[in-house]
């Protein structure tokens, strides 16, 4: 900790002034981790800061809270699928993980079960 608030001040970080009359003080604590080492090569250290903690804080005075405007890819792509399946324009099924062709697509696969995937997906030979 000591070597932590001589880096505070050294770096210019961390002045200590005198408390300013009718103002409240926002309070903060020190935490502590263990960092643990290589075995054989590196011993264990603990690290330390200081964190202000925000619950002495009102909003709008100390701080404002920010949203995004953006809207995120997924959500977007939910309601088109979403839209259609309800237009009865797609149909959405269950398919047993025997009967997925898909699975030749996405991984690799026994010869058995790649030839049953061609076939499912009338996939032929044009030679």
């Known amino acids: 900790m000591k070597k932590e608030m001589g880096s505070l001040e050294k770096n210019q970080t ?46 709008g005075l100390d701080y404002k809270k920010i949203f995004s405007p953006r809207t995120k890819y997924v959500d977007v792509k939910f309601h088109f699928v979403r839209d259609v399946v309800a237009s009865d324009v797609v149909k959405i099924e ?17 010869s058995n079960k790649f030839e049953f995937c061609l076939k499912i997906l009338n996939v032929t030979d044009t030679d």
């Open 94 to 110: 269950k398919v047993a993980i025997e009967e997925n062709a898909a699975d030749m697509l996405t991984k690799a696969l026994p």
């Open 14 to 59: 961390w002045i200590l002034v005198d408390k300013p009359k009718e103002q409240k003080i926002v309070g903060s604590k020190w935490i502590f981790k263990r960092k643990e080492g290589i075995p054989g090569i590196e011993k264990a250290r603990f690290k330390a800061r200081l964190v202000a903690r925000g619950f002495t804080q009102r909003e």
